[in-house]
């Protein structure tokens, strides 16, 4: 039987209803966290970062706001084709209506939204191998169970060699009947471990969501070929 999360109208319901109460309405601190400390998005060569079910964009705009830094190479600043730019996807047509409408309001130019199932971005050649980053923010909890490998091998598509997964994930050893869907760290290793090695070990994350707190889970995965 189909579940009813592979199906856009059920997400697209939630936003309307506004029953999407996933949506803390800003950045989650764990990405701020990790990236001021790394500097990742920031460094002199181009990057491509995907979002994965972005909904209303917070991660997204967060991380095209980054401004380039001068490091220990040197460089002084980039130029405006080092930025980096941020493709974000999400199949809720009003989500991606809500973004493009942010993005407009404030003139951002490194972030492209695109409405679109996330399991067919494998078709389209353009995306393979194209990004440094993969962000995933409470989206492996919301796909079909049915789909992790599909999933993995998604992020496995889209990812450049040595690219990483950065994730904020949602961990629930007790199945409620999702979305979200229950996972545990091994759960997520188990789905990684063949085809990439983990360099920041899963941990707990507080959340501004507090009755999240404890399962929220951040974790960077890097491909290891
Ligand atoms: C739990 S929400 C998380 C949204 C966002 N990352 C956040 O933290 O606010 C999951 C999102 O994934 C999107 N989504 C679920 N399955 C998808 C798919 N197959 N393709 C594209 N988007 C999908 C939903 O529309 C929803 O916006």
Redesign the pocket.
Known sequence: MTSK??N?D???Q??KEET?H???GEV?PAFVKYFSRTGEVCKPRLQNVA?????????AFYIASCEPRAGKEGFASRSSQDVVQVHA????ES?INYCNKVKEENNVKNIHFHQ?????LVKDKKWKGYFDLVI????F???DPN?RSEYIELVKYLLKPNGKLVG?F?MRDKELGG??YGSTPKIIKDHFKKDFKEIVELHPESCLHSNLNGEEWFGVFETTS
Do not use: M, Q
């Not at 996807?89 to 809720?92: C, E, L, N």
């Not at 679109?116 to 067919?120: L, T």
């Not at 995933?136 to 989206?139: R, S, V």
């Open positions: 999360v592979n856009s059920f997400w697209e939630r936003y999407a996933w949506d803390i989650a979002v994965l079910g972005c909904g209303r964009g917070h991660d996807f999400d199949f809720s989500a679109a199932n996330i399991f067919e995933e923010h409470t989206c909890c919301a796909i789909k904020l949602f979305p979200p």
